[in-house]
């Protein structure tokens, strides 16, 4: 009989794994898990079950003993839109990511409906803080147009290729981001008829330099008019994006201590702040070119 931890096992942590094999006892629905889209999917779930999970389901563990009492498990992969008269959540299935639309339940849902004005957000309850609710109101009072609230903590929750099909939702349909980063929050309207993007526009609070390899990806993907590469300075790990009108949008993650240890050292005195209010001499003096990864 093949284990629900099939195909698994080698991507957990010791820890995630104790967890996961207790799930069963636990009174989860036996099945089995497969890395796909590498991130763990349901692959086989027992005939008997008669819950809400399906085969292709995407899983993530948001919780452990120590908070929840138990391993607590979330099949959702959100999408969030701009919607114009009702807020749906996505839900990818499938080995060839057949999105499924779902209605959206408001009570008894691990998920909240706000709507302010034309403003409609969709907030996972489990990743909100009284930080974050701050922020929100206060990004809501000093914007006036519409926007999407966009937390990249929250977008890279599983796997920074989640974030990837929802990016390339969003072009080329106007959208403002709010990206946080660990010296605070830029504000990044993207929009087909903009004639000039930002000269620096966001930062990505991460711990290594893939989200930001990612973010550039998805969004040449989608068919933003841009070009750029990672690249690495004394601040760390970043993806400087050239906009066809000659715009930069930085990408930044936090040097993690792996690669810090291999000669790029941030620099105390090259602050993000500093960046921000000065980003030509960063780019043109300070940036080095990555080594070719080594085969």
Do not use: W
């Not at 009989?1 to 099939?6: E, Q």
């Not at 999408?79 to 057949?98: A, N, Q």
């Amino acid at each position: 009989m093949s284990s629900h931890l099939d195909g698994l096992s080698g991507y957990l942590s010791p820890r995630e794994k104790t967890l996961f094999e207790e799930l069963p006892r636990l009174g989860a629905p036996p099945f089995t898990l497969v890395r796909r889209y590498g991130f763990p999917v349901i692959a086989h779930l027992s005939p008997n079950y008669r819950g809400d999970l399906q085969e292709g389901d995407i899983l993530k563990r948001i919780g452990d003993r120590s908070t929840y009492n138990r391993p607590l498990l979330t099949v959702k992969l959100m999408l969030m839109t701009l919607p114009s008269e009702e807020l749906s959540l996505t839900l990818i299935r499938g080995e060839e990511g057949d999105p499924v639309r779902l209605s959206l339940k408001t009570d008894g849902s691990p998920f909240s409906l706000e709507r302010r004005g034309a403003v409609s957000i969709l907030t996972p309850l489990f990743l909100r803080s009284s930080e974050d609710q701050r922020s929100l109101d206060k990004a809501l009072e000093d914007l006036k147009t519409p926007y999407l609230l966009v937390d990249l903590r929250h977008l890279f929750f599983c796997h920074p290729l989640q974030a990837i099909p929802f990016l390339q939702s969003l072009l080329p349909r106007e959208v403002t981001l709010k990206l946080r980063g660990p010296k605070g929050e830029r504000l990044l309207r993207l929009s087909p008829k903009m004639k000039r993007i930002p000269k620096v526009a966001a930062l990505v609070d991460s711990t290594t330099g893939e989200e930001a390899e990612l973010l550039a990806a998805a969004l040449k993907e989608a068919g933003a008019p841009l070009y750029g590469e990672t690249t690495r300075g004394e601040c760390g790990l970043f993806s400087s994006l050239g906009f066809s009108d000659g715009s930069l949008l930085l990408v930044l993650s936090e040097c993690p201590p792996q690669v810090q240890g291999k000669g790029v050292t941030p620099s105390p005195a090259l602050s993000l702040e500093r960046v921000l209010k000065n980003p030509e001499p960063f780019f043109h003096e300070k940036i080095q070119k990555l080594p070719p990864k080594k085969k």
